[in-house]
């Protein structure tokens, strides 16, 4: 038996798929809408590291369901980018001297070369990379729709600052005070920024959820950080100094946004963010040095750290009162660092006896609780003549009946907050709100490598936008990509590209020098796959009424928020422009899940580089660091380079080829569940390719099928329609190995059987297909040939195994017709030579019989 050749058969089909474009995406307008399908997947970051064994996971699964809808005959967009701007190309460029374009151009012939390997399904004649000058034209020219219609607007913004990298960091950049890349203590620094009103959008953004086919987790994700709540501003006038007898005011004033206007009577102290304008102002001459060394503490933190559940409260007493609008008691004002100046007003009531985090700081600093809910246990026991006028030992639920507020007491929490916003705007102070969670997005980067941003500032006209026809505003040549350390990006120190001619009266002004973030080119590159040449618009109408919305998305949960939040919000301004047809962009969305690989840890956790361990002679599933003696456990892990843990799919399709790579992926498990890598079961998986080779090789013949194997192959092509139908490849992938299982018993087989086998496997093992298509005779690819079907009737089975328990252990099984009565089934076990031997000629006191399943002897 000849060994399967994949090394020759992959190359051959690769290059006869590109050669002949199989691929092509058409717009063949005889085809319905429900005859097309525009399949995605995320684009990846090109990094010079190349893919791992993670990234193909979600191609190899959108690239057999696209295989199997053009079998069925839809017309399929699937395409491939690159997401090529961004900070690590820069960062390089940096430490190397090579120019980031360089760098990037490089990774991406890499990429490239792995993704084609695998033998993916893409239309690369649609390929688009985000740096390439005619793609973000329309990059600076969809900006300039937001601008010119209110949507971004410069302002001043505070943001981790990290003086070594002398740039700007995401909180998620920023791991206890530190720059996650090069360990230095960051700060908060306040820079000019460009900024988009996502905000005008939040309502739309939470609505239009409910009409996509999204996992509900990444749905709650999406509402959470939009957090849409309803409840009341409220007015606490500052008092006019730090004496608690005297109620005067000053003239500054706090708003704060609560949903819980019921529990004003219990506010004891408020408190602020250390960034609040107020703080310097309102702050005594003895707690002044206490504030600001505060205020500078705090400024080290990001705002993650800041809102850690888990982390012990911080925070400094102003020196200053405020003025409880409903009761005219003088309550103390703090700052404290878990207040955001970027969420709601950057001020809160705390009312500690009804919330865990205001508890926490209270009993840590010594500050009264006042309850002012009583649980219905309690309502129950004590009334509204009860005596709740002791602290409470701990923090209370805060729904029931209002106690301790007078005017409000005995009504339930509902109405207490009706009757209250209603009670609060009668006198002034107050109104009915909605408040979300999400934040104006900031636009800008102070870096390089990035998109310019096509605005011109002018000591006359302001800031004007370029005139489109003068698109693409291109990145100019430099020498250096170090950060000036100013905030400003390297840009501004470019005189010869930032001083320019104002569009609109052409006098002297200054380009804008902050790049756009990454997440601009991937907010829309989407759109650009359906028509990727266009030199006049970013799509054609007819391009993007062909193929919008995006049928199926897939694509890592590490981007269940931003990228996605970012590109619905993009999508729906175009939307009201008249430019894209749609509400939302992506219909369907799959996060796939992650692939593990082996790692090693010491008792504290810590994680160590596998090159460091060697296993224990003699002990296999023991290990021992080399340096130290040290006994590690194996742990699954994330893969990463530091802890050398990385499956390479070069190596991987070297040894195994790009079809067992493809199938073991997808027999790992289902699709969105995260799972270890294993080269035992990549063994597996190749011993069936293996095995699906040799039985090419035996004899067929152009008899009839048998019965037996006539249903047997109704079955799996059942069986693997539906479970494909369903992304449930791993299933189908198992069903395949049945059929060929039973297949190998045969010493020939009709030509015909083997046939539809084939067009079965060739999503799933591509180059393997089209070779075994190919040995039956036909010239043309198998890509679109029709997909088998099946006769239900020639599914259904005739015979059933029976399991014969007695008192409840399995001691025998027989087969049996289909729906047999259960008095056949019950005489056929009693006689069953097991049953016979363990009762022990004992009469049964019961008999269950489940039809079709088993019968329970109960003796």
Not at 357 to 375: E, M, N, S
């Amino acid at each position: 038996m000849a060994k399967y050749p994949f090394e020759t058969i992959e190359p051959k089909w690769q290059q006869f798929w590109e050669t002949k474009k199989t691929f092509k995406a058409v717009e063949d307008p005889a085809k319905p809408k429900d005859k097309r399908a525009y399949v995605l997947d995320m684009f990846p970051y090109p990094s010079a590291a190349g893919l791992h064994v993670g990234h193909p996971e979600g191609y190899t699964a959108t690239d057999i369901w696209c295989r199997y809808l053009r079998m069925k005959g839809f017309s399929v967009l699937h395409p491939m980018g690159f997401d090529s701007f961004g900070l690590p190309a820069e960062n390089y460029a940096i430490k190397t001297g090579t120019h980031p374009r360089t760098t990037t151009v490089a990774n991406i012939d890499k990429f490239r070369q792995q993704i084609k390997a695998f033998g993916f399904s893409y239309d690369w004649d649609r390929e688009i990379s985000t740096c390439d000058d005619d793609y973000y034209h329309w990059t600076q020219w969809i900006f300039l729709q937001l601008f010119k219609r209110g949507l971004a607007y410069e302002s001043e913004t505070p943001i981790n600052w990290c003086p070594s990298c002398k740039t700007g960091l995401a909180n998620e950049e920023v791991k206890e005070g530190r720059c996650d890349r090069c360990g230095t203590q960051t700060t908060r620094k306040n820079i000019r920024q460009w900024i988009l009103r996502i905000t005008q959008y939040a309502e739309r953004l939470l609505e239009d959820l409910d009409g996509l086919e999204w996992p509900e987790s990444v749905k709650a994700m999406q509402k959470n950080w939009i957090g849409k709540s309803e409840g009341a501003e409220v007015v606490f006038k500052v008092a006019a100094n730090g004496d608690p007898a005297d109620a005067s005011v000053s003239g500054d004033e706090i708003l704060i946004y609560t949903t819980r206007a019921d529990t004003l009577f219990g506010a004891t102290y408020m408190v602020l963010s250390p960034e609040h304008p107020l703080v310097g102002k309102i702050s005594s001459a003895a707690q002044k040095g206490a504030v600001e060394s505060y205020v500078e503490e705090a400024a080290k933190k990001s705002d993650l750290e800041r809102t850690d559940l888990a982390k012990d409260k911080t925070g400094v007493f102003t020196g200053a009162y405020a003025i409880n609008p409903v009761n005219g008691k003088k309550i103390p004002i703090w700052i404290s660092d878990y207040v955001l100046i970027s969420y709601g007003t950057g001020a809160i009531m705390a009312v500690p006896a009804h919330d865990e985090r205001d508890w926490d700081f209270a009993k840590q600093f010594g500050l009264p609780i006042i309850q002012v809910v009583a649980g219905e246990a309690e309502w129950a026991a004590k009334g509204a003549d009860g005596d709740y006028s002791a602290e409470p030992a701990e923090c209370t639920p805060a729904d029931g009946k209002s106690v301790n507020s007078p005017g409000f007491n005995g009504l339930g929490t509902q109405e207490c907050i009706d009757r209250m916003i209603a009670w609060l705007g009668e006198k002034g102070i107050g109104k009915k709100a909605v408040n979300f969670k999400l934040r104006d997005w900031v636009f800008s980067r102070q870096r390089y490598w990035g998109e310019p941003i096509p605005l011109v500032h002018c000591p006359s006209c302001g800031i004007v936008p370029l005139k489109e026809e003068d698109l693409p505003l291109r990145l100019p040549q430099v020498e250096t990509y170090q950060p000036t350390g100013t905030g400003e990006s390297p840009l501004a120190g470019i005189d010869e590209w930032v001083n320019c001619s104002c569009p609109v009266c052409g006098g002297k002004a200054k380009r804008e020098t902050n790049t756009m973030p990454q997440w601009a080119g991937s907010c829309w590159y989407y759109l650009r796959y359906l028509d990727p040449k266009n030199p006049k618009a970013f799509a054609s109408k007819e391009a993007l009424d062909y193929w919008m919305p995006v049928d199926l998305y897939v694509g890592g949960a590490e981007h269940a928020v931003l990228h996605l939040l970012y590109s619905r919000f993009w999508h729906k301004v175009l939307f009201d422009l008249g430019l894209v047809n749609t509400k939302e962009p992506f219909q369907r969305l799959i996060n796939q899940g992650m692939i593990t690989s082996f790692a090693f840890q010491r008792k504290n956790k810590t994680l160590v580089p596998t090159d460091e361990v060697r296993e224990v002679p003699g002990k296999a599933d023991e290990f021992e660091e080399i340096a130290t003696g040290e006994r590690l456990e194996r742990v699954i892990a994330k893969m990463s380079k530091s802890l050398k843990n990385v499956i390479n799919p070069d190596d991987v399709i070297r040894d195994f080829g790009a079809d067992s790579c493809r199938l073991y992926e997808m027999f790992m498990g289902p699709l969105e569940v995260s799972k270890p890598w294993s080269t035992q079961g990549l063994i597996g998986v190749s011993r069936f390719l293996e095995r699906v080779w040799a039985l090419s090789e035996k004899p067929m013949t152009d008899d009839a099928a048998s019965a037996e194997v006539t249903k047997l192959l109704h079955q799996t092509i059942r069986k693997v329609s539906s479970d494909t139908e369903t992304l449930n490849f791993n299933t189908a992938i198992s069903q395949m190995m049945i059929f060929t299982n039973e297949l190998s018993k045969c010493e020939s087989f009709p030509k015909s059987v083997w046939a539809e086998f084939v067009k079965l496997l060739a999503p799933y093992a591509p180059h393997l297909g089209e070779e075994l298509w190919q040995r039956l005779g036909n010239a043309d690819t198998i890509a679109y040939e029709s997909w088998p079907t099946y006769d239900e009737a020639l599914c259904a089975e005739n015979s059933c195994t029976v399991v014969v328990q007695v008192n409840g252990k399995i001691r025998d099984k027989f087969e049996a017709a289909m729906d047999s009565a259960k008095s056949e089934l019950e005489k056929t076990a009693l006689e069953c030579p097991g049953a016979v031997r363990f009762m022990e000629g004992k009469p049964p006191k019961k008999v269950i019989v489940v039809p079709n399943k088993l019968v329970n002897i109960v003796v």
